[in-house]
């Protein structure tokens, strides 16, 4: 399930970008 973590931390970080 580390692989869906990282995934998560991946997705939040682009919304991120995006809002940014």
């Known amino acids: ?3 869906a ?3 998560l931390i991946v997705a ?3 919304l ?3 809002f940014l």
């Open 5 to 7: 973590c990282i995934f």
């Open 16 to 18: 991120r970008s995006f």
């Open 1 to 3: 399930w580390f692989g």
């Open 12 to 14: 939040a970080t682009i």
